[in-house]
Structure formats: C-alpha cells, structure tokens
C-alpha cells in the first residue's frame, strides 16, 4: 500500500549515543501511539563503541578502561548484530518505522537497508555488494564500507545502519568489527575516485536513497523534536 | 504438475496444509497468533513456537533469547527475542501463564527454529492460566488466509 507515504527527517547533528536512545524510546512510544509518522533520524555519534544484544564482548580487543582514554564510550544495546564503532564521519540513520503498515519483515527490511547503501555508494561510482550470508552488511571487495543492526519490536524499528563516509578508521583496529576476523574496514573517502562535497549534500543523499527504496512520496524535514 | 500433485499427497500425509503459493505450511490443529506464533495445546500446558511463515521472513536465526522458567507471560506480549540478519525481532506469547520449560537445545542450536519451525524448534512450553484465551487465537485454515492476505497486501 504505497500511496502518500510520509517520513518525518530529524537531523541531529553530533548526537552522544545515549541521546540517541533516548530519543528514539521516545519516538517509538509515539510512533506506536499513532502520534508520529515514520520517522528517521540522521545523524552522527563521537567516538563510541557499541555492543549488540548478544554482548560479544570477546570482540573487543583492548580494555574497556583503554577505550576511555582514547575518548570513546561503550554501550551496551538490544539491537541485533556484534561490536562496531561509531564516530566523527560516518553517516548514521535511524529509520522509526512501522514494519506492518509497509509488508516488511526482518528480512526484507534488512535487505532494502543494505540496497539503500548499495545505491548511495553508487553515486560516488564506488560498487558495493551485499555480504554474503550471515554477513549482513555492505561491502567493497572484502572491506566493509556499511554496517546495520536494528532492533524491531512488534513490528516497529528502531537502530539501523551506519555508512563509513571518512571516519578515522583506526578505531576499528580495537575491535573485531562485526564479529568478522578476516575482512577489513573501509569508507567512501577511500573507494571513490570523486572529490566528497560536504557532509550536508552527503546526508541529504543518503537520506534520499532511503526515501527511494521505502517508498516514501513525502518528505518532511525538522531539526529539533519535542 | 505431477511434483504439486505428489506435495499435496505428501502434505496431507504429513497433515500440513500448502498454501496456494506453494510457500509457507501450516500444521492443522494448532493455533495461531496474527504475530505469526504457534501454540500446541496438550490438557493445561502450551507449547509455543513461531510459525514458518514467521522463520522465513525473519532469515537465518543465529539466537535465541529464552526467558526464565517459572517467569509470567502474557497474551499479546513479548516474552523473549530472536536474531538473524542482525536485527532483533521479538516474539509474543499467544497465551497468558507461566513458562514451565525452554527449549535449551535453541541455545547451541538456535538454526532449529528455522529448520523445524514446528517441531524441534519450539520455544517454550507455557502453563495456561485462562483456556478462554485460545478461543481468540486462529485455527490452521484461517491462519492460511491471514498469510496469504498479509502478503497480498504489499
């Protein structure tokens, strides 16, 4: 049921990731409440670690006492998936949809994650591919370049995908990223030959891409959410 | 043609029903949430489960959150959680009571709830504290329905 579909763009900025959790509790009470329309957040985090429902702890590879005083935090979350760093750089979306109302399940709605990234990879002429499987993610050649794991409750979303635009990549170095010993990280600033225009039009891109997979007909832009 | 005729002579055997789309089965005799979970009724207690309906939208299962024996679920409400593709869905209990056991094999083997959706991969086996709540679950032929009208939708 395509239709007139609206999605609400909050644009954070720099936001600390318990922040972020908060705000998303907030929008998926509200979005259950029928008091919101899909929404999705767009954002970025300062350096931060964080560790999926499973806890794979064993992934991180420094101390957590070390990880402080590189100026990174570590969170714990409910999402799916295994350790991964957010940070300066990487571009972030949190999609706050309602699975159902759109016919997705998990599945689905992971590919059409994955195909989001896919396509905004292609237009800096980086060609990006889907993991294989049980490597949920995208990749160039064998170097990760985008990174996803949500949480869905009763069908709504919450977390979701994070795209290595230019983040100091070094940080990955302290974890085994994704669970995945052998295969490396990389970002767009490495795998595109184009010079990257700002963040702004970054963003902007990432988010039409998201709009162009779900469907969405109406976009509706706000900086702040009460 | 004769490879669907031979799958329905199976499935009638095997007392599944296929759906048109030759996709997801469904087992007669139990019943069904509209969140896609089982329940096996035997007296008072409940088997629970999630339908394969439900293993196939979800993709490969890589975990399975189990809750503690002797813990309240309600009907309607989250009683634990599974993984696969690196999202977290959770899964609902079609019937309120107590857990009196978990499928600890789910733990080492959590794959089964794709596998045998029905059969080896159950969940939990709750004791029932209202049987009046069954009345609001679905039988096997209407659960089909709901399948393929959930599907056709979108």
Not at chain 1, 141 to 161: N, Q
């Amino acid at each position: 049921m395509r239709g007139q579909r609206s999605l609400e763009v909050l644009k954070m900025g720099i936001m600390n990731y318990s922040e972020a959790i908060k705000l998303q509790e907030k929008l998926i009470s509200d979005r259950k409440l029928g008091k919101i329309t899909d929404t999705l957040l767009s954002l970025q985090h300062p350096p931060t670690y964080t560790l999926g429902k499973r806890r794979t702890y064993h992934n991180l590879l420094v101390p957590e006492s070390e990880l402080k005083s590189m100026g990174a935090e570590l969170h714990y979350t409910e999402r799916g998936g295994d350790i991964t760093f957010h940070g300066p750089h990487q571009a972030i979306l949190y999609p706050i949809i309602n699975l159902r109302d759109i016919g997705l399940g998990p599945r689905k709605y992971v590919e059409n994650l994955e195909l989001l990234m896919i396509e905004f990879a292609s237009l800096y002429g980086v060609q990006a591919h889907a993991g294989k499987k049980g490597e949920t993610g995208v990749w160039v050649g064998d170097r990760k370049i985008g990174a996803i794991g949500v949480k869905i409750s009763s069908g709504f979303t919450s977390h979701g995908l994070a795209v290595n635009i230019d983040p100091d990549l070094n940080y990955f170095k302290h974890i085994v990223p994704c669970g995945i010993v052998d295969k490396g990280v990389t970002s767009l600033k490495r795998e595109t030959n184009m010079v990257l225009p700002s963040e702004e039009v970054i963003h902007e891109q990432l988010i039409s891409c998201f709009a162009r997979v779900f469907g969405y007909i109406n976009l509706v832009y706000k900086d702040t959410y009460q | 043609m004769a490879s669907r005729l031979w799958a329905s002579r199976a499935a009638s055997y095997l007392r599944l029903s296929v759906c048109h789309r030759g996709f997801a089965s469904v087992v007669k005799d139990l019943k069904y949430a509209d969140t896609h979970e089982w329940v096996k009724v035997d007296g008072t207690s409940a088997t629970i489960g999630i339908t394969d309906h439900a293993q196939d939208h979800l993709g490969d299962v890589v975990y399975v959150e189990l809750p503690e024996v002797g813990a309240s679920v309600t009907q309607g409400n989250g009683f634990g959680a599974v993984e696969s593709v690196k999202a977290t869905s959770d899964v609902n209990s079609p019937v309120s009571g107590k857990v009196a056991e978990v499928n600890e094999v789910l733990n080492s083997s959590p794959g089964l709830v794709n596998a045998s959706p029905y059969e080896n991969g159950w969940v939990i086996k709750v004791e029932m504290s209202n049987m009046g709540e069954l009345d609001s679950l679905m039988d096997s032929d209407k659960y089909s329905k709901f399948c393929e009208e959930e599907d056709a939708a979108h």
